[in-house]
């Protein structure tokens, strides 16, 4: 099995450990991980706001670089979503189609491919878990309060085979922390709002780290934490996942 | 008027600057949702149901001319009289020439988010004639003023001390009464009186069935029973898109409606009207003002599936935290922002943008219309036809670009990080909307591509 590693940008950027502890993870399991050099962007950004027309560079260097992977693994539901739903190529329309069927968000890479039963981390501090929306409802990463369905959570399973870790319960299980992509910034009111609700939920049940398994949506609850100066830190699943403390 | 030119980022905005009242919205809107979750996960069949119900709006909006010409042969075999508007505006003459032919000046009308749509207050108002709004909520925002932020719960943005206020300005209460069972007695005995002296009463239409030529009318108040059954005169204005087949396929939607809207298992009265009881006439106005339009849009006809429940805007974080008068048009929330673009394009260009895709407006909605994918796709459209404001598209251009190249990337991303890093200020200022409530990221010394290409030296 060759995984190609897929490091969404702002996470190659401004979060390496998350890709670094992702990288670990999947090599501790025995997997044959390679990251491609020249990969940049899934093209999100442009897509959500309403320029998917402009994402046939990405759309192209995307397919280039990934599409002689078994699998392609990224920490991130969001980015994973954008590739699976919206990867195209007119000029080669069952490649791009193939190459999206290959992405897989990190968690679920663990429990229904690699079918992971136990780790070797611990982490003895009380956690938050964030369900980012793209990876919950768009992959189906957990279930969703909204539906009448089982419950199941793929990261919330892996959380609990980490050692020491004390997982707690949020008031509102799957609300939408207000990133949104380019929504932070165009409706920065809105979303600061948004993100300090979130926070808080966490806050009020005494977390000390926030984790979740898209970066972004921990980037924009990091700002306001740090904002408001707090000791309460993100962390991304991976770095939990692997960290051996 | 403000609400014309502002968009829904400012709109919001606005809102926002009382975040003790953004919290209260916020929690009134979730409790209605928790009510929701609670009384769906007591049907084992919710999902089905509402599979169910999608399945048979889309029979009707493939079949809708044939269900509509079978709908208005059997109402007018029962003496109803009905009517066709091709938009608002015909709506709006249909309903006054009505009005005039019965030389009134007075109407009661009981909750229409169609009338809404159409302004026919507005319009009769212009024409002497003066609409008493009978439901609760809107009569309250009527007072105000201004128009319902909700389409279940039109007054939902106001707290019951503002509504004591306006009582005692409009309806005589005594000064800084804010007794929830005072008010509503109070406008009670006001709208009696509406009621037993109007002539012609409006009503909307929450379901009409094909096979009968009936339509059913739901309420929480009976006040458009009260409305209807006393008045000479009663019209209905109706979406054309609000037919079901046959009658048996009403069960599915009054379970659904109410579960989704409120928590309720099914409304306080479902009433049926079939035919104008001796010595009364009733119209039946039948209005297109867009939705065979949004019916030939591929990506948007689900759309016309809504039965106005109002549930994806309680599950809405951003309704729920801008409130419904940010989004500047009739049905509000992400339902409106997929409707009001179809409508007009230029003056609502903003609304699909209202949304941070986390799509559970999609999973509460009884008839499963994929809300949120649809937002998505409006942005493509709206953009395409060059909606968005012109430095976006040149910002958008500049990005796709230097992703485009690995090069240019990897250049731009050092580059970032380093502003960070030596020259904060040149990001940590007013002009970075990032900044106004949230710290920016630490800048890492080295990026992932950077620590891989040493660490990893073998490939």
């Known amino acids: ?245 | 008027m403000e609400q014309a030119t502002k968009d829904h980022a400012e709109l919001a905005e606005i809102f926002n600057r009382d975040e003790e009242r953004v919290d209260w919205h916020d929690e009134t809107l979730w409790w209605i949702r928790q009510k929701r979750d609670k009384i769906t996960h007591q049907l084992p069949e919710w999902e089905s149901l509402r599979d169910m119900a999608s399945q048979i709006k889309f029979n009707v909006l493939s079949n809708l001319s044939t269900y509509l010409q079978q709908f208005e042969k059997q109402a007018l075999a029962h003496g109803i009289q009905v009517h066709w508007a091709a938009d608002a505006k015909e709506h709006n003459e249909i309903v006054h020439r009505i009005l005039t032919e019965n030389q009134v000046k007075q109407m009661v009308k009981s909750k229409s988010m169609l009338t809404e749509e159409c302004h026919l207050n507005e319009y009769l108002a212009t024409h002497g004639i003066e609409v008493i709004d009978s439901d609760l909520g809107e009569r309250i925002v009527q007072l105000a003023g201004e128009p319902p932020s909700h389409i279940v719960l039109p007054c939902i943005h106001k707290k019951k001390e503002e509504i004591g206020d306006l009582f005692h300005m409009y309806l005589g209460t005594p000064s800084n009464m804010a007794d929830p069972q005072f008010l509503t007695e109070t406008a009670r005995g006001s709208l009696r009186e509406t009621f037993l002296t109007r002539k012609v009463a409006l009503t909307g239409v929450n379901f009409a069935i094909a096979e009968t030529g009936e339509f059913v009318v739901c309420t929480n108040e009976g006040n458009a029973d009260m409305g209807a059954h006393l008045a000479d005169v009663h019209i209905a204005s109706m979406g054309i898109e609000k037919l079901l087949p046959e009658r048996k396929h009403l069960s599915v939607f009054l379970r659904l409606l109410t579960r989704s809207a409120t928590g309720q298992p099914i409304t306080t009265y479902s009433s049926h009207f079939s035919k104008p009881r001796p010595g009364q006439t009733m119209h039946l106005v039948l209005v297109d003002n867009g939705r065979s339009v949004q019916l030939g849009r591929k990506d948007f006809r689900n759309s016309l599936k809504c039965i106005r429940c109002g549930a994806c805007m309680n599950t809405c974080p951003v309704y729920r935290r801008s409130g419904g008068h940010s989004y500047h048009t009739a049905v509000a929330g992400p339902i409106g922002s997929i409707l009001a673009p179809n409508l007009d394009m230029k003056k609502y260009a903003d609304l699909p943008f209202a949304s941070t895709l986390c799509g559970s407006c999609s999973n509460v909605c009884p008839v499963k219309i994929d809300i949120h994918d649809q937002l998505y796709k409006w942005r493509q459209v709206l953009m395409k036809e060059g909606y968005g404001p012109a430095g976006k598209k040149l910002a958008m251009q500049a990005m796709a670009f230097t992703l485009s190249s690995p090069t240019l990337y990897h250049g731009a991303g050092k580059m970032g990080r380093l502003t960070l890093k030596y020259m904060p200020f040149a990001v940590n200022n007013k002009l970075n909307p990032w900044y106004k409530q949230r710290d920016m990221p630490e800048p890492p010394k080295q990026s992932f591509g950077e620590w891989y290409a040493e660490n990893r030296k073998k490939k």
């Not at chain 1, 890709?19 to 997997?31: C, D, M, N, P």
């Not at chain 1, 990190?106 to 690699?114: C, G, I, K, Q, R």
Request: hydrophobic share 35%; charged share 20%; glycine share 8%.
């Open chain 1, 1 to 245: 099995m060759k995984v190609g590693l897929f490091i969404p940008c702002y996470v190659d950027q401004f979060y390496p450990g998350a890709a670094i502890a992702t990288l670990q993870l999947l090599e501790k399991l025995g997997v044959d991980v390679v990251y491609p050099a020249n990969q940049t962007c899934c093209g999100q950004p442009m897509a959500n706001s309403g320029f998917e027309h402009l994402t046939g560079g990405c759309n192209e260097l995307f397919i280039k670089n990934f599409s002689d992977f078994d699998y392609i693994v990224a920490p991130s539901g969001s980015c994973v979503l954008h590739v699976r739903e919206h990867l195209y190529d007119n000029k080669q329309p069952e490649k791009a189609q193939e190459t999206a069927h290959k992405v897989w968000e990190l968690t679920s890479f663990l429990t229904d491919v690699l079918k992971v039963e136990s780790l070797p981390s611990k982490f003895p501090h009380r956690v938050g878990m964030h369900q980012s929306c793209h990876g919950q409802r768009g992959l189906h990463l957990s279930s969703m309060t909204e539906l009448v369905a089982p419950d199941f959570s793929k990261p919330g399973s892996l959380l609990k085979m980490v050692e020491g870790i004390d997982l707690i319960e949020l008031d509102r299980k799957d609300e939408c922390c207000g990133f949104g992509g380019t929504f932070c910034v165009t409706e920065e009111a809105v979303s600061a709002k948004m993100g300090k609700d979130r926070v808080a939920d966490h806050l009020h049940h005494d977390a000390e780290y926030i984790t979740g398994v898209d970066m972004s949506c921990l980037m924009h609850m990091e700002g306001i934490l740090r904002r408001q100066g707090s000791k309460v830190k993100v962390i991304h699943i991976a770095e939990i996942l692997n960290s051996e403390l």
